[in-house]
């Protein structure tokens, strides 16, 4: 029988996931915005700073959301007056 009572402290290799994780989201977001697949882009980019959020990159989910936010403005202005 297992016991269970007993827990393991996993939160630094959590951390350390989802910090390597939104680094891997942004270099793929470069590679969809050099093909000009800004949507996929923004996607990817939008989960990159989720996971900077949870990570507790604050510096580096806040490049995302400028980069984010810089790629939208430029790529997907509205027409509308």
Do not use: P
Request: hydrophobic share 35%; net charge positive.
């Amino acid at each position: 029988m297992f016991n269970l009572s007993r827990k393991i402290d996993t939160s630094a290799q959590f951390l350390a996931f989802y910090l390597k994780k939104g680094h891997y989201l942004v270099e793929l977001s470069e590679n969809h915005f050099k093909n000009k697949e800004y949507k996929k882009c923004l996607e990817l980019l939008s989960q990159a700073h989720s996971l900077f959020e949870k990570g507790g990159a604050k510096d580096e989910a806040e490049k995302v959301k400028v980069k984010f936010n810089d790629i939208k403005k430029n790529f997907f202005t509205s027409t509308k007056t």
